[in-house]
């Protein structure tokens, strides 16, 4: 199994109530029921505010490195993905668990 975690960080002078970011939050929303190769699925904004961390959080789990990369080459996916490069940048880890 693979652990994939990613963190967000909202650009300078972005915020949360952001129309393109609202939109962005809800495309990762709905994005687990329409992946089959994700096992579980969670998304949700970090409610530490301390300067250090980051801003949004994904947490899903895959049988397999081919089940990643299904998902990662997901058209869901890559449109999720895709709106939050015009307003973030992240960081990946994979694990295997």
């Known amino acids: 199994m693979i652990r994939h975690l990613v963190l967000f960080k909202l650009n300078e002078g972005v915020r949360r109530d952001d129309e ?10 709905e994005l687990g029921p329409l992946v089959p ?5 969670e998304c949700a904004w970090n409610i530490t505010e301390r300067d250090i961390a980051y801003d949004f959080a994904i947490n899903s789990l895959v049988a397999d490195r081919d089940a990643l990369q299904s998902y990662i080459a997901h058209p869901a ?7 939050w490069r015009t307003f973030a940048t992240w960081v990946i880890a994979d694990i295997e668990v």
């Open 37 to 41: 190769e994700l096992r579980e699925w």
């Open 77 to 83: 996916h890559q449109a999720a993905a895709g709106q």
């Open 20 to 29: 393109p970011v609202v939109a962005g939050v809800k495309a990762f929303e």
